[in-house]
Each structure stands twice: as C-alpha cells, then as structure tokens.
C-alpha cells in the first residue's frame, strides 16, 4: 500500500543549482499539496492543486515552481536553489473535499549549500 | 482567514500520567479540524478528526481529542501517556465551507514522555 510516494529522499544541492521533487498518489486523490517544515516554523505551503489542471500558489511560493502531470503526479522544482530553500519537504493529497483528511509521503530532505 | 495556535511548543509529562496538548482555531463558520503526529524523520501521520456530532472524538493510538466550539479549541487528549507517543503534534483546520483550500497547520507542540 504505498500511499503517497516522494523522491528522493535526501538531496544535496550547490547555490544555484535546480532539482525537481518528484511525488505520486495511488489513492486515486484529486488534490495534491507540497509543504515545508521549518524549525519553529510549523507546515507552510508551497502550492496545491485542487484537481488535475489547475495549481495554486500558498504561503511561500517564492523561488518555486509545479507541474500537475497528471492525477497520479504532482512535482515541485526550484530553478535557482539557494540556502534558504534547505528544508523538508512534504507532498500531500487528499480526495479534495473540505472533511476529507490528507495523507503525507514520507518526506524529502534538501540541503544547498 | 483560517488559523491555528499551538501556545505550548514542548510539553513534558511522565509515563503513565495523562496527557493533553492544547489547540484553538479561528475560521469563519463551522471548523473541520485535524490533529497529526510526526515521528522523528517520518511524514504526518493522521490521529484523528472532527467533523460533526459528538464533541469527543476517538482516533489511533488511545488518542481523543474534545471540541469546543464556545472556546475554539480542539485539544488532544490521552488517560495513560506511553512514552512511544514522544514526537512532534499538529493541528490543523479547514473551514466547512472553504471546499478545496488546503488544511492550515499550527506551528506544532513536542511531546515528550518520561519514563
């Protein structure tokens, strides 16, 4: 039962560099979110898609971007890596209605040095 | 807009005493609220939630959790604390009429059990 799936899992990236963090749902999920978990800084969100086709910018999009592949499929990439997008990332999906609970991967953690 | 508090960043208790971490929301009209559990380099993992009906839920691992709607809060709850319930707690809200918005997470309360 392999749920929510991200890769990979740990990544070490020089200034400036760009990387895609790939994610995959097998629940048949219509919604799929990416965020980062900070010390002290909870859960921020990145950005969501609430269906195939559509994305949406969250808290702090600055410096990312993301491809809704397709229902299965959601990646976060970041063009231009700098120190201050170290952190772990989370993608999420969940079937889209307001009382439906989302379900987490396991979790991808970025160093740039 | 939609916000949790999680006041207490660590809470401490001893094995086998009773547990609670505490969370309030504000959203407008009626909440849908969450509570996850993180384990040390794991993602989160569901407990529980409140959606309608009885203000006290029941969720994984002897997890309850009470709504109040007079005080906006939803603190989750345990009668014996174990000390494999040591990780990282997290509320989170979604208002019953924000349909797709994601779910809005408090900053997260450590709960460490002593043995």
């Known amino acids: 039962n392999a749920g929510v799936t991200q890769t990979p899992k740990f990544q070490v990236l020089k200034t400036g560099q760009s990387m895609t963090l790939q994610c995959a749902q097998d629940?048949?999920?219509?919604?799929m979110y990416w965020y980062r978990q900070d010390p002290g800084m909870g859960l921020r969100l990145i950005y969501y898609s609430a269906s195939e086709g559509t994305t949406d910018k969250g808290e702090v999009p600055n410096g990312y971007n993301v491809s809704r592949l397709n229902k299965r499929e959601f990646s976060l990439r970041l063009e231009s890596a700098a120190p201050s997008q170290t952190s772990v990332y989370f993608c999420?999906?969940?079937?889209?209605?307001?009382?439906?609970?989302?379900?987490f991967g396991e979790g991808s953690w970025l160093t740039v040095v | 807009a939609q916000s949790v508090a999680q006041p207490e960043d660590q809470v401490n208790v001893a094995e086998g005493n009773p547990l609670t971490v505490k969370c309030t929301y504000s959203v407008s009209g009626n909440p849908y609220l969450f509570w996850y559990v993180q384990y040390p380099n794991r993602g989160l993992q569901f407990l529980l939630k409140y959606i309608t009906g009885d203000n006290l839920v029941k969720g994984s691992y002897g997890f309850e959790a009470e709504f109040n709607k007079s005080q906006t809060s939803f603190h989750l709850k345990k009668p014996s604390a174990l000390v494999s319930d040591s990780a990282l707690y997290f509320c989170a809200v979604r208002g019953v009429y924000s349909g797709n918005t994601p779910l809005v997470f408090g900053k997260g309360t450590r709960l460490s059990v002593i043995a």
């Open positions: 629940m048949n999920h219509n919604s």
């Open positions: 999420a999906s969940g079937v889209g209605t307001a009382g439906n609970t989302i379900y």
